[in-house]
């Protein structure tokens, strides 16, 4: 498949300021586009900006880096619309880069409200805003349009989603916050991207209202496996045993490095998932796209469907029972 041509395009990138966001950004700008990102530490996003700036094709294309808590309602409106470009694409990308893990039972409830702030609310303000713009601006065509104009909001959830894993209640706000208003608390990956996965599908589905002869609104929803990033390496020290066994994460880093993905190469690969335009974007590891297809539920199925089709037929015949009761025995190992 050729790279798509982003030469005049903007897109906007929340989270972009480290791991995966900052490579999406540096993939789009090196195929043209203008990129916005959008984070809370203004070192670390100046930092991401020059290094993003340097794969640029073209010295016009503009590379913005715009310093935003996008938990806070109040502000991701206003902040959108100050922005020199209307977005074409959104890539919601903030969120849980877990820094601690641990049971229920050793985290504070003030971490789940704090969790749902990091990946889910930022990810639905952020979505909220561009909406509102881009049907504002989206008259009613007069007559069917050679160049339709695609609107895309791409939504970075994580196979955590698909999948339970004991420990990952927690998901540290540490490394995802600047160290300015760093705090003690964790935060509640499965459910917030559970939550954000069904934003995603319900946005599908809503969206199809505004598509007409002129625009095409696109939703893509993203479930990544595990990769290296800043965020995954805190993690890491953090994760209780039990988690690291289930998910295959046990190990010194540099071995870690060797067995998962690069931030830069995960990149790659959800864009070239959404280049393929289906909702669902699984990374090319055996999990994350068996665990999608056990999970698709009224989610349109990839390509023509048959692939999920019989991944979601050996899965729930074979592969989950057996793995449920393999992951239930280390539960119960790890209790005693
Ligand atoms: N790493 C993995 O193994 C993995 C696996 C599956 C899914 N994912 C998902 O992939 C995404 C990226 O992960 P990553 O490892 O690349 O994370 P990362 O390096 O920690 O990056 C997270 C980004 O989000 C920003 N951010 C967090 N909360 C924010 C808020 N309230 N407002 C504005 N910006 C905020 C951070 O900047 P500031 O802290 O400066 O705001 C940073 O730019 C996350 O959604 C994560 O859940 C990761």
Redesign the pocket.
């Known amino acids: 498949m050729t790279k798509d041509n982003m030469r005049g395009q903007t897109v906007f990138i ?10 999406i950004a540096k993939i789009l700008v090196s195929r043209g586009a203008h990129v916005t ?5 203004p070192a ?2 100046e930092q ?1 900006r020059n290094s993003i700036i340097a794969h640029r094709l073209d010295q016009r294309q503009e590379v913005n880096a715009v ?6 309602a109040s502000k991701v409106e206003s902040v959108f619309k100050s922005q020199p470009r209307t977005p074409d694409a959104l890539y ?8 601690e893990c641990g049971f229920m039972t050793q985290i504070q409830p003030s971490d789940l409200d704090t969790c749902m ?3 889910y ?2 990810s639905a303000y952020a979505a909220q805003a561009v909406l509102k713009s881009w049907t504002a601006s989206d008259d009613a065509p007069a007559r069917e349009t050679l160049n339709r104009k695609v609107r895309r909001i791409v939504f ?5 989603a698909l999948c339970p894993l004991p420990g990952y209640t927690a ?1 540290a ?1 540490g ?4 160290k300015e208003t760093r705090a003690s608390s964790c935060s509640f ?1 499965a459910a917030a ?1 559970c939550a954000v996965r069904a934003l995603a599908d319900t946005l599908r589905m809503e969206v199809l209202r505004y598509s007409n002869s002129a625009v095409t609104y696109k939703i893509h929803c ?11 390496i805190e ?1 890491q020290e953090r994760k209780p045993a039990l988690t690291k066994r289930i998910e295959g994460t046990t190990g010194a880093i540099s071995e870690l490095e060797k067995k ?1 993905p690069s ?1 830069e190469k ?1 990149a790659g690969k959800i864009l070239a998932g959404v280049q393929s335009g289906d909702f669902a974007v699984c990374d090319d590891s055996v999990e994350s796209g068996l665990f999608w297809a056990n999970m698709v539920g009224t989610s349109p199925k990839r390509g023509w469907g048959v692939v999920d089709s019989l991944y979601a037929f050996v899965v729930g015949l074979f592969v989950w029972p057996v793995l449920r009761r393999y992951f239930d025995s280390l539960c119960r190992a790890d209790g005693e």
Request: proline fraction near 5%.
């Open positions: 929340t989270g972009g300021s480290r791991g995966l966001g900052k490579e990102i959008f984070a809370r530490s670390t996003l991401a310093s935003v808590d996008l938990s806070d919601c990308v903030a969120g849980g880069s877990a820094a702030k990091n990946n609310f930022t970075v959830n994580s196979v955590a998901y706000r490394s995802s916050m600047p990956p991207k993203a479930f990544p496996s595990n990769f290296i990033s800043e965020s995954f993690e998962f931030a995960m």
